[in-house]
T-cell receptor, first 109, second 115 residues
Framework: EDQVTQSPEALRLQEGESSSLNCSYT??????LFWYRQDPGKGPEFLFTLYSAGEEKEKERLKATLTKKESFLHITAPKPEDSATYLCAVHTGRRALTFGSGTRLQVQP | DTGVSQNPRHKITKRGQNVTFRCDPISEHNRLYWYRQTLGQGPEFLTY????????KSRLLSDRFSAERPKGSFSTLEIQRTEQGDSAMYLCASSIRQVNTGELFFGEGSRLTVL
């Protein structure tokens, strides 16, 4: 069974303090790894797609990277508006995505 | 607003009652998904429609759950004889692209509380 594990469960940063979120996966044939952002009371919002080890994607203060066993979401100089839950998901050939339980990020001013 | 719309946003019901949720996807999106999310967890897949055809259902989708997408437009998710364990956020997502792009557009969800 496909498993996606995210760590840490929660992370509190000061504004400007860079850090990384981890998503490790155990799947039978990865066809894509995705990052989403979810604000409280809202549905997830798509951020990135990664297909192969070594691939990187960037958007503003976020950069996602992929290895053969895990993905990282690097947050550079975060701002309070980056506070959210960040979800990792994988696609392995079925018509559905398998999500991790997320990392709750809080950025304090 | 041209995003995914879900109604009702909140539903409180007593155990044993039936509830129905509606999802209106983005108009040109032919792919529609239902997910369930409980507090502190990521979304769990329930079912998938391509146009009006229900092509995949999760083991999580017991026989008390039924979903439809008549005419390939809006979709409904009905839960019969609700149980307290059904309390969750029910999320609908739509897409025009294949699932391997990961680009699903989620609605704001329908939160169900079963007393």
């Amino acid at each position: 069974e496909d498993q996606v594990t995210q760590s840490p469960e929660a992370l509190r940063l000061q504004e400007g303090e860079s850090s990384s979120l981890n998503c490790s996966y155990t799947v039978s044939g990865l066809r894509g790894l995705f990052w989403y952002r979810q604000d409280p009371g809202k549905g997830p919002e798509f951020l990135f797609t990664l297909y192969s080890a070594g691939e990187e994607k960037e958007k503003e203060r976020l950069k996602a990277t992929l290895t053969k066993k895990e993905s990282f979401l690097h947050i550079t100089a975060p701002k309070p508006e980056d506070s959210a839950t960040y979800l990792c998901a994988v696609h392995t050939g079925r018509r559905a995505l398998t999500f991790g339980s997320g990392t709750r990020l809080q950025v304090q001013p | 607003d041209t995003g995914v719309s879900q109604n009702p946003r909140h539903k409180i019901t007593k155990r044993g009652q039936n509830v129905t949720f509606r999802c209106d996807p983005i108009s040109e999106h032919n792919r529609l998904y239902w997910y369930r999310q409980t507090l502190g967890q990521g979304p769990e897949f329930l079912t998938y429609f391509q146009n009006e055809a229900q092509l995949e259902k999760s083991r999580l989708l017991s026989d008390r759950f039924s979903a439809e997408r008549p005419k390939g437009s809006f979709s409904t998710l009905e839960i019969q004889r609700t149980e307290q364990g059904d309390s969750a956020m029910y999320l609908c997502a739509s897409s025009i692209r294949q699932v391997n792009t990961g680009e699903l557009f989620f609605g704001e969800g329908s939160r169900l509380t079963v007393l």
